[in-house]
């Protein structure tokens, strides 16, 4: 049988573990120089040039690109497209074949990347499928520039500075656990924190069903990190469960200048009541981080027309939102620990911040 070049740099093979199942597709002719269609390839829509000089193939998909580019782009093309290949290796179109244990899709993005200039843009990829793709192939192949600028992007998304946090749309989706793998992959620890909270705010049943990705590829969780998750949603729950209690509780939360004490009583009930409720609900995230906006706004005397049997009088909201920004402070200092992502080993990442 004719041999084609065949590549397998995955992460088991080079002793990363990659934590998310997809099956590799080997396709080979029958003939020393063939064209794509007879070889069973289908030609990419996007990335075969008449004129390239190797043909990379994806599941059942030709790339025909240009080797040149690749070797300068790449560590491990370059390494090897240096040795010289057996006479009786297949050709199509008369260019060597490279067989890949990656997906279409994600083979796509990254050449995008090299061929094109292709921007990264985060309002556009709200799963990190995307920045997945980019990260894993940038890492498996050696292409340094684009593993740079791609692991910044995913220290943006989650973040280690608490300003940058609260500026940082909120997503608590699957895209956590993709985040998790990512850190993981690439040693960036300062991107654990935020990111295993954000798994720590999903059911259960999506934890264990992990995140899936269009390219038929899914996330999955260590088993390590599955664990640490579960004890960590228990650890938040018992946390923002008491800082109800503690915050909206009436007793010691009356202020110097407060002259509306019973209708502030009554106010102090009410959310206490209702932060309570929305505590039981199953189905609502455990964000110990929150804000409570949206709660506090309901009740603020300054926005509710001066109603003054259902709100806060201005002394006691001010106050109010003083402590809960600073009890919210102190929960982001603690978050390593909460979450069993040691402080430590944040800090000990080279040109990494520290969570502050």
């Given amino acids: 049988m004719k041999r084609s070049l065949d590549i397998d740099t995955s992460e088991e093979a080079s002793?990363?573990?990659?934590?998310?199942?997809?099956?590799?597709?080997?396709?080979?002719?029958?003939?020393?120089?063939?064209?794509?269609?007879?070889?069973?390839?289908?030609?990419?829509?996007?990335?075969?040039?008449?004129?390239?000089?190797v043909v990379l193939v994806a599941g059942n998909v030709g790339f025909r690109v240009y080797r040149g580019l690749l070797v300068r782009r790449s560590e491990v093309f370059s390494d090897l497209f240096s040795v010289p290949q057996p006479q009786d290796s297949q050709l199509v179109c008369g260019c060597p074949v490279v067989h890949l244990s990656d997906t279409p899709d994600a083979l796509r993005e990254v050449l995008g990347v090299l061929l094109c200039g292709k921007k990264y843009i985060q309002k556009n990829d709200i799963e990190l499928d995307r920045l997945s793709y980019r990260i894993r192939l940038a890492h498996k192949y050696g292409i340094e520039d684009l593993l740079d600028e791609s692991i910044q992007q995913l220290r943006q998304l989650f973040p280690a500075n608490f300003a940058s946090w609260r500026a940082t749309g909120r997503h608590y989706t699957s895209r956590g656990i993709t985040a998790v793998n990512l850190a993981r992959l690439t040693n960036t620890q300062s991107v654990l924190p935020t990111a295993l909270y954000v798994c720590c705010q999903l059911s259960d049943r999506a934890l264990l069903e992990g995140a899936a990705h269009p390219d038929g590829t899914t996330d999955e969780l260590s088993r390590d990190d599955l664990l640490r998750c579960m004890a960590a949603k228990s650890l938040l729950g018992r946390t923002h469960v008491h800082g109800i209690h503690t915050l909206l509780h009436h007793i010691g939360s009356f202020v110097q200048g407060c002259r509306s004490q019973p209708s502030c009583c009554r106010a102090f009930d009410r959310m206490r009541h209702t932060a309570t409720t929305r505590s039981l609900d199953v189905a609502t995230p455990i964000d110990i981080l929150d804000t409570w906006d949206d709660l506090l706004d309901k009740y603020d005397r300054t926005k509710v027309g001066g109603n003054a049997l259902v709100s806060l009088c201005e002394c006691c909201m001010t106050?109010?939102?003083?402590?809960?920004?600073?009890?919210?402070?102190?929960?982001w200092a603690s978050l390593p620990g909460l979450v069993d992502a040691w402080k430590d080993k944040v800090a000990e990442e080279n040109g990494d911040p520290e969570i502050e």
């Fill in 15 to 53: 002793g990363h573990k990659r934590p998310r199942r997809q099956t590799s597709h080997k396709d080979r002719s029958q003939g020393p120089n063939t064209g794509a269609e007879d070889s069973g390839l289908v030609r990419d829509k996007e990335f075969w040039y008449e004129d390239g000089s």
């Fill in 319 to 331: 106050n109010l939102r003083e402590r809960v920004f600073a009890t919210i402070c102190t929960r």
